[in-house]
């Protein structure tokens, strides 16, 4: 069974850091791109940032309101993505979720699907 | 950014019932658009991928279709376990964009 579990979530304060972390399982890790999707009462669901996969040059790519302040990143050997969030602003409060885009042969064709499969996410609050 | 204009917010339909949501694209999205369904402290769970491909799982009420910028999602037969908020979702480009979300209540 395919299982994203996010940790890492909690309260911090204008102008301070946090590391979220998505453990995955129940399939190729390493095969897979990673994202976060965060989501506000206010703004509905944000797409934050993906990771590619290694063979396909593990680039990655933020949307503008987080660029330059967060890093994601992965390590295929714990297959686990990383969300590291530095000089945070209230307006990054939210749930923030992984979510995986990766290729699905189950069917007589394959088909690259974008997020088949998200975490429970995990909440922070930026507050002082 | 590729803005998703979906409509309406909120509806409100009986069981047994058709219900239709539409999602517009501000530019060519081909068929690079994905449906949510989220319930209540829930992750959203797809539901429909390529604008009309039917995720593994899901029942056969569900649908979509359209292509390019105009898209629908149907549900026939409500039944009471839909009672959620839908989104759809553009995949052509980075930033991936969602539509505002259409909150679907049972009569």
Do not use: H
Request: hydrophobic fraction near 30%; include cysteine.
């Amino acid at each position: 069974e395919v299982q994203l579990v996010e940790s890492g979530g909690g309260l911090v304060q204008p102008g301070g850091s946090l590391r979220l972390s998505c453990a995955a399982s129940g399939f190729t890790f390493s095969d897979a791109w990673m994202s976060w999707v965060r989501q506000t009462p206010g703004k509905g669901l944000e797409w934050v940032g993906r990771i590619k996969s290694k063979i396909d040059d593990g680039t990655t790519d933020y949307a503008a309101p987080v660029k330059g302040r967060f890093a994601i990143s992965r390590d295929d050997s714990r297959n686990t993505v990383y969300l590291q969030m530095n000089t945070l602003k209230t307006e990054d409060t939210a749930v923030y979720y992984c979510a995986r885009e990766a290729r699905d042969c189950s069917r007589s064709t394959c088909y690259w699907i974008t997020y088949d499969k998200w975490g429970q996410g995990t909440l922070v609050t930026v507050s002082s | 950014d590729i803005q998703m204009t979906q409509s309406p917010s909120s509806l409100s339909a009986s069981v047994g019932d058709r219900v239709t949501i539409t999602c517009q694209a501000s530019q060519d999205i081909t068929n690079y658009l994905n449906w949510y369904q989220q319930k209540p402290g829930k992750a959203p769970k797809l539901l429909i991928f390529d604008a009309s491909i039917l995720e593994t799982g899901v029942p056969s009420r569900f649908s979509g279709s359209g292509s390019v910028t105009d898209f629908t999602f149907t549900i026939s037969n409500l039944q009471p376990e839909d009672i959620a908020t839908y989104y759809c979702q553009q995949c052509d480009e980075i930033p991936y964009t969602f539509g505002q979300g259409t909150k679907l209540e049972i009569k």
